[in-house]
């Protein structure tokens, strides 16, 4: 049941008490930090979260990356270090947030799903990242390490594209962008999906295919529940109310919220296809058993009545104790008649068969 | 039929008339009083209810609890000393509210429903809790001993988390949260009902199952009705217009809003799922009558031609009477040449069935 | 076709004509007046509606009410004396108004719906009921004798509650919730139809328990085109935009908004449980067929090919003309054998069939 | 395909282009001018379009009125004369338009439908009236001779109401009035079509009413395209922004609008009854199958085991050969036995189907 | 699969980057400059994209159009000169956008779908035109040669209507009116589809026809992804808020925001009529298959009885055993009485069937 988390065994704990809920995806806790400006460029792996402190305050950009949520220490001593709400690391460790976005005025918090697609099982599963914008730092928690920011590393470290010229801002932009981006490729591969069931469904649909389709629906209803509330937080984040967002920004997060909205027509498009093929499946059952009832009633009626004159014949009344038994039996044109009568009314079943389209 | 309250006995009483509308769930009344701040700590139960009405004035935060409300010359006493207006009172003995919140200036209503799960007749069944929060106290009202605060009781007695240097408004939060928090307990519970049912359905679905997919869906309209409401509740406790209610507990209120809206999010899609389900049933009762329909088609199609044939060789058309009377009779392969033809008919329609993937 | 009212013999006059548009419910119309402050009560049935003139302008309230509205000139006397619209005399005499609120200043103009339910043919009917609130009156005009003001009546006749020390809109207030709580009666018998046809479906359903959730869905239908407007008519009053309602009686009308919300809820959840049913009926349905297919499959696919070894054994060919010819009719256990073959393929054919679980 | 009109021979012409879009309905344009104020009348058909050109500054009320709208020539003339919009002009001669409402400040531009009946064929048909409102005219255009404007020319005619004392705003009041009351005796005839197909199919219903459905609902689809915009049409005059539309007029346009929102209410609820009525038609089909297959199953279950038994005894094996062979044959009760086994075999099969409710 | 765009080689670049998504549909990138004032007229095609850089500043109307957009490197030129956004220039040469409108002060940008119908495949193809509006030019990007402009061009080049005397916000008006006009004629095209699909589904539907309905489904969903969005397109150019478009060209966009309505409520109905289609196509193989089980069980139900009777008197009981075995075989009129018997079941069926209305 990937539609809720289990929260059961944190009921009760006071607001802000520090409890993962979710599956432990990695063993350690895996920190790095990127740190750079236009000039400069910084990368590196921490051992103990305490290094990560003194890139608050400097002016470079700083990206702080924690693969992994459940040490929940760890994430108590960012927070601390960090001045952040204990709700906010309370979000952050707790999986089942669904997307949003929070002002606390010195920070914007942001709380997202990466989604990705596991191919044996045709499953797609999401993993939450979590979002601090700072003014000269952003701060990334992952559930497990494997992300989708390569691309955006990449461009820091080569220094391509305007990344290295702009603030914090830009980056948390690059990283939601990232993450939207990929949401495309998850829906082609759906759409690829969506395009063999189709072609099965108009050639031999099996039962079986029903089981696809519904999956198509949860997984479909998965992602929906997902996506929606991201345009509330891309349009949040864009909308300028914030002074950590700045207006250049602005123009790329408007392009971000862009995509977001073609992402959630695409599903709610998918939907309508994926119910049009429950409907396709169901017309095409009663389709072949209207096909099975024409073959039994073709032949039920064609031998019916031929299998009654036989018996008739076959009656045992006997023509020697009355005329009126029976005289056919002896005639000399008794059986080539009864054969004729046979095959007259067999072809007047056929003819009126012929005249229903059944044949 | 939990989805109407009977008031029948109560129409034509002026307004503010307390007749207690719902079920009587308890005996007597018991009333309880915790009353703290940072440093004190007092529970104790009370025999009277003028007992409580010293704790109105007292800077310290008080929760007074009454557990039943049938008793409705208690209520009418502590709505004269609180100066709860008469509508509040009637409000507070008719158990067939929807969650609201009204401002009264110098206090707010708020009612909600808490959730249990009947385990045995797998039912979910709502109480009314009604909160009177004060400037230096909050009344809940219940129908029963028994509910889902014990752990807010617990954090108050040890001063865990910071609920003991907080006011009232934050008082309220906390039983709010509990009690949205319960949601979630329920949600998993009927969750993993969808699940078993899903694999039910998947495996042999039988027309009983329909039953338990109409009362699941009974019970998400029920589950439906008592949250969406919650969320104006919430929402309108959070934002902000009562002086009661202080902005660093607006933080807090925003955690349950967001709550809320998953809980919404989570009933909405058990909906779908619901209603998915449903649609498999019907069309895995379609399946069934094609393959029933398929066997009978098979069966009947091949031997009714044979049948018939079988049927002219017993026709008693007497071979003596002319030659051309049946002459195969007496041919010497007559019977093997029959049952040749028989097999032959056979095999074709095998071989037809065989083509259509019928068998 | 309690949907829509003849209406076609009014068009063409000019608006502000007063056609009686609806069934002529009374004989004549009934005026009483009940006059009323604190200290004095007096009530009376006047002969000549020029009787109740001198109240306009009296300080005491003043509840007129006139029971049926078939005979205009009544009407229109009423109207010119207390400078009514032409058009809201138009509105009170044609009884197929939607519910709705209309400001004039100094009056306002209430239209509303008393419901009733025919026990006998199971079915709601509506009356109109049309209120003036002025400023020292309340005008109510009905369209026949009987109504579920009698609470109201009793409570100003014993000075019960405040409504002795209220104005004219506490009045109208108290003649609104009357006929809003005479909602709650009827929605709670509409659920006890809908318990016991709930309880018919899951025994055994018959066809003709379609006709009656037809009916209900038609009833709710009703009741849902009455009750959807009422909540933006009492929303409207309370809004507190005309000062012909004051403060303290919005807070009495907020309560009754709120019923009216939980009545609309009350009906959703109601159609949703009807349409509900109706599938269940169909899935039912299907189940049945689909019994009485295997049924018939199972006796005529082991019987068929029984019949059909009996038919072999009934051929007639000569055994005296061949030695291949039907031997086993001249073999010792050739009858028994036959029993045993026949014997075999039953056991066979219940084999399978309780394999498929059809038995 | 009365959804949509035929434009394509338009497209690619500038945009004020005046083609007309629609039918010819009538030959030659007949033009009518009425001209009042509360002391004078006149009234009189028109030979040149030149010769209502003086009314447009005279002071008196003057409604001109077209019928027909293809002779493009004669509309620019009169748009040229008062001033009117090259796009308005479009509008009149394209008669595929939305209602609409358009401000030019110095006139109003509204566009409606007006219906009609085709009883022959049960098809409502609709023609498109345009209004332009100015400071001293109405000028109406109309596809055909022949509208529901009558009763109005009468009122002017006699002065009865209030019509002659009043400007052009009122006039055009009176004559949408008269378009939207003639949607009610459409709403009204539908409806007793609804009720006629309701009993039909309540009775003997046949496949032909699924047609007749359909056609209900393509025309209740067709209405509703034509009703919705209306609202916001009047709603837009009714506003008040224009100077053109006096405040007492807007008065007389708030109960047009209740007309309308009464109107879509009962397309809706027409729509509700439809797609009821097809469901109820598919259960009744659903139900007489059922019923087709017990007959069938009851039939087939009882004499097939029958005729096996009677199969048995017509086998030939040879008593003579062995005492095994059906020594029954030779039995002195043997026949009746064999009836006797047969009617005990019916009669249980009549009582299992009792007990299953077949019977 | 047209509902998503393949997209995933692009993901993980830096935004702005320029990479063409969709399918290269012209070999060659074509320019075209159009430029005009009132008196003056100029038409070229031009070889370098640099010829048309001078027309920037020039007071004169430029139209200039791009034929082609997978030469990045000819958009980039571009982008630089006319000082456009990178997003800009990414969303121009990635044609999987939706449309919309953006303002950027000093120009503004539009993404518009134009549609082709491919008759022979009975598909409607998309094309993506993004249109840049500045001071004094208008530029148009296009994905291949061939558009629906031509009507424009002739205008300009021939000084019909007003374009020659407006200003570049005209031209834009004038363009997006080609295309949205060119949406009615495929409205249309599929509206005769739909009609003719209505009469073979009154006729004779076969399976095949479901697919039909199914494409049509595909294809209105299509449409209205496309659509949808260009409401809000329209009615942002409308509103004015930039100072590009003047107020004379505002009543023109209000016009085409007209047929967008227009459109999307044809698209609505549409859709609407599609599914009545299913539904009639669904009941329509229900009927059929009823009318098939009722020949069926006519003739199983009259025949079987029958056989029975005749099986009884094939039976071979001997009479000269006992005077009680089938003494009816040697009655004189027993034939003729069998024959009896079986002529009276056969008529009380008929007429049991004929009272069922089975006949």
Known sequence: MKFIKKTSHKSGLPPGTLVHVGTKKTE??????????????EEKELKNIKECFPYKDKSTVTWINLDGVHQVDIIEKVGKHFNLHPLVLEDIVNTG????????????????????RNENEQETQAEQVSLIVGPHYVITFQEKVGDVFNFVRERIRNGKGRIRKMGPDYLAYALIDSIVDNYFTILEKLGEEIEEMEKELVGDPKPQILQSVNRLKAELLFLRKIIWPLREVISGLQRGESSLIKETTGIYLRDVYDHTIQIIDTIETFRDLASGMFDTYLS???NKMNEVMKVL??????????TFVAGIY????????SLFNMPELN??????MSIGVMAFVALVMVFYFKRKKWL
Do not use: C, H
Request: hydrophobic share 45%.
């Open 331 to 336: 005639w000399k044109y008794g059986y080539v």
């Open 297 to 306: 009633t073709i032949i039920a009626t064609i031998f019916i009545p031929l």
């Open 284 to 286: 095409s059952v009663s």
């Open 97 to 116: 947030q669904r997307p949003k976005i929070e002002d606390f005025d010195d920070y914007l918090f942001v709380v997202l799903k990466m989604l990705y």
């Open 314 to 321: 076959g009656m045992n009344f006997n023509p020697d104790a």
């Open 28 to 41: 350690k806790v895996k920190i790095t930090v990127i740190d750079y400006d236009e000039g400069n460029f």
